[in-house]
Nanobody, 115 residues
């Protein structure tokens, strides 16, 4: 089993920034891909960004240069720096990992953008 623990969510004003972190632990063996998804109220879960092992990062179109995903392979940790947040970014953000032992999800961290 693999555990994903997210942190860094919270309340921020429009135009503000937050940094999310996700640490993976357990029987990882090989980490193929880590990333972030989000789910807003009444909407489906959608990809925000991911960072594959040895590959190029991928961002959803709505990111539009505002977010940056990065990873620390030694720590099996992925980060999401979110800048210029707007009301539409309000959602629960979930960490996701594809490993040699399966696909895993974190419990989510709430990001609320409100004035």
């Amino acid at each position: 089993q693999v555990q994903l623990v997210e942190s860094g969510g919270g309340l921020v004003q429009p135009g503000g920034s937050l940094r999310l972190s996700c640490a993976a632990s357990g029987s990882i063996f090989i980490m193929y891909n880590m990333g972030w998804y989000r789910q807003a109220p009444g909407k489906q879960r959608e990809l925000v960004a991911n960072i594959p092992r040895g590959g190029s990062t991928k961002y959803a179109d709505f990111v539009n240069g505002r977010f940056t995903i990065s990873g620390d392979n030694a720590k099996n940790t992925v980060y999401l720096q979110m800048n210029s947040l707007n009301l539409e970014d309000t959602a629960v953000y979930y960490c996701h990992a594809d490993t040699a032992t399966g696909t895993y999800w974190g419990k989510g961290t709430l990001v609320t953008v409100s004035s």
